[in-house]
């Protein structure tokens, strides 16, 4: 199963500016533990939970949790030692656990059971293009190994994912506590015993892959220098006919009928022109005398056929590459 068959779609949630008072009230209308931190873009920016309202030490683990966050949420006066433990910022910004784990929709049930157990939470936000669109708890996970199992035949120990499934979620969940994730400083990621970790070879594997980088920039630099080179040369040697200025106006008339303006004549490389583009890149009025080529003979029947009619041309740089003029488009328009 995956994360999308898994998730509560509908997510409650708090932004970075919503006061503690009413994440509390939250927490305590829905029946929920924790909720994920949204900023504007829908992003999730952290999550945060009861734990990380209330403190942890041994007298307030104590106490009910939902008197202690009624109190919150209600505004009243707390007692002195509760408020010595208490966090004094208010805004969830200040509370929320960070960073956030997260999963996309495709994510599979074993690969959310790990990272629960591994990261010691109770549930990861879902996300879609960087926005959360649902939330996969452990009662979630539960739920649909529950569904799987038939109620006549339990599975055994050693009984294959569902059971492996089940052991991995209670024996991680076991001692844990609400708090969604740890600071980085102290959250438990298993270590690996067999194999040393050297920033060396990180270092050199960072510059290997810098170093191949650079050479299929290169290689992609030149590939496109030498595809302009050769448009080029098929340009400055070749003519325009007839036959094929007549197929241009019939493509642009068919630009015209779906609702368009404009119409790309020729695109070239920059090479094409005498001065490799640069009266066209400041627009220089005298750009025309630059041109050569096929590119020359379109302007010209332009400048004889359609000119009069009311018909514009002009020439515009595509691209860059490098920093210098790239390919060139030659545009016809007819609009107002």
Not at 85 to 103: D, F, G, K, N, Y
Not at 217 to 246: N, P, Q, V
Not at 309 to 323: K, M, V, W
Request: glycine share 6%; hydrophobic share 40%.
């Amino acid at each position: 199963m995956l994360a999308r068959d898994l998730m509560t779609r509908d997510v409650i949630s708090v932004t970075p500016e919503t006061p503690a008072r009413d994440v509390a009230r939250l927490l305590l209308d829905h029946a929920i533990s924790a909720v994920p931190v949204i900023d504007s873009t829908g992003a999730p920016v952290g999550m945060i939970s009861e734990g990380d309202l209330i403190a942890r030490d041994e007298s307030n683990r104590d106490c009910r949790r939902d008197w202690w966050l009624a109190l919150l949420a209600e505004g009243q006066e707390l007692s002195p030692d509760f408020l010595k433990s208490m966090h004094t910022v208010e805004e969830a910004r200040h509370l929320m656990a960070v960073p956030v784990v997260t999963v996309d929709e495709t994510t599979d049930a074993s690969e959310i059971a790990r990272l629960l157990g591994q990261y010691r939470i109770k549930r990861v936000p879902v996300v879609r293009d960087g926005h959360v669109v649902g939330i996969v708890s452990r009662a979630d996970l539960l739920r649909a190994i529950v569904a799987e199992v038939p109620p006549a035949k339990p599975a055994k120990s050693g009984g294959g994912f569902v059971t492996d499934l089940i052991h991995e979620i209670e024996q991680r969940a076991h001692g844990g506590d609400d708090r969604e994730s740890t600071s980085p400083q102290s959250r438990e990621v298993p270590k690996q015993a067999d194999e040393a970790v050297d920033a060396s070879a990180f270092r050199e594997a960072t510059a290997e892959a810098k170093l191949a980088q650079s050479r299929r920039r290169d290689d992609e630099r030149k590939a496109a220098a030498e595809r302009r080179h050769a448009k080029f040369e098929e340009l400055i040697e070749s003519h325009l006919g007839d036959r094929g200025w007549s197929d241009l106006l019939r493509d642009a008339k068919q630009a015209a009928e779906r609702g368009e303006t404009e119409f790309t004549l020729l695109r070239f490389p920059s090479e094409l022109l005498s001065d490799g583009g640069r009266a066209v890149n400041v627009r220089e009025p005298d750009w025309p005398t630059t041109l050569r080529g096929e590119a020359a003979e379109m302007y010209l029947r332009w400048e004889h056929q359609l000119k009069p009619h009311g018909f514009r041309l002009s020439a515009e740089i595509l691209d860059f590459p490098d920093g210098k003029p790239g390919d060139v488009a030659l545009v016809l328009a007819w609009g107002e």
